[in-house]
C-alpha cells in the first residue's frame, strides 16, 4: 500500500520528499483504527506488556541514539555516527516472539547506555546537539524507570504475544517516546509540524 503524499496528478513530485512523520502518522492511525475495530482500546492496551515493551525498546533506541551523539566521533561529513540498527529495534522481532527473552537481552545489551545516561556531565564545551543529547538522555531515563518498574510486575512476560499482542507491541514501539510536560533541565525542542 503506497502510503506517499501524492500532487494533484496523482504523482509524487520530483523535488517534494515525503515528510518521514507521514508515513509514522498513517501506521499509526491505521493500527489504531484495526484495534478499535477489535474492541481493542487504548485505556485498556497502553497498560499492557506488550505495549510497555514496544515503548521501552523505543526509549532505549533513543537513549543508544543520544549515546551515538554525544560520545562517538562524527562522520567524514559531520553529520553523527549512529547505527541503522539501535538497540531496540534489534530486539523488535524477539520481543514479538518472547518479551521475557527480549528484555533479559535488552538488559545486558543496553547496561552501557544506562551507566553513560546517570553519569554524563556537561563539561560546558559540548556542541548543541550534544547538550540535547545529554539533556534527552536524562528525560530518558526518568521515562524508562516506571516502564521496567510495571515490566518487572508483569505476570505476562513468559507468554507468547497473540497477534492483537504484536499490534500492541508494534504500536509501543511506534509511539513518540520524547515529548508531553517540560523538564527542567530538558533542552527547548522544535515545535512540532501537523502532520
Not at 500500500?1 to 494533484?8: C, H, I, L, V
Not at 497502553?46 to 521501552?56: D, F, I, P, S, V
Not at 556531565?121 to 546537539?129: V, Y
Request: charged share 25%; aromatic share 4%; net charge neutral.
Amino acid at each position: 500500500m503506497d502510503m506517499a503524499p501524492k500532487t494533484e496528478a496523482g504523482q509524487l513530485g520530483r523535488t517534494d520528499k515525503p515528510d518521514p512523520r507521514y508515513y509514522l502518522a498513517k501506521s499509526l492511525s491505521l493500527i489504531g483504527t484495526l484495534l478499535h475495530a477489535l474492541n481493542s482500546t487504548p485505556n485498556h492496551y497502553m497498560k499492557e506488556t506488550a505495549y510497555l515493551t514496544g515503548k521501552l525498546l523505543a526509549a532505549m533506541d533513543e537513549l543508544h541514539k543520544c549515546y551515538c551523539i554525544a560520545e562517538r566521533k562524527p562522520r567524514n561529513d559531520g553529520s553523527p555516527d549512529i547505527p541503522p540498527t539501535l538497540i531496540g529495534n534489534g530486539l523488535l522481532g524477539r520481543a514479538a516472539d518472547s518479551p521475557e527473552m527480549a528484555l533479559d537481552e535488552l538488559r545486558e545489551r543496553s547496561r552501557i547506555y544506562l551507566g553513560w545516561a546517570r553519569a554524563v556531565q556537561h563539561s560546558g564545551k559540548e556542541t548543541e546537539a550534544v547538550k540535547i543529547a545529554i539533556n534527552s538522555a536524562r528525560k530518558l531515563l526518568r521515562i524508562v524507570e516506571p516502564i521496567a518498574a510495571d515490566l518487572h510486575q508483569s505476570t505476562n512476560l513468559k507468554q507468547p504475544l497473540s497477534t492483537e499482542g504484536k499490534a500492541h507491541l508494534f504500536l509501543g514501539y511506534l509511539s513518540p517516546v520524547l515529548g508531553g510536560k517540560k523538564d527542567s533541565d530538558e533542552a527547548p525542542t522544535e515545535p512540532t509540524q501537523p502532520a
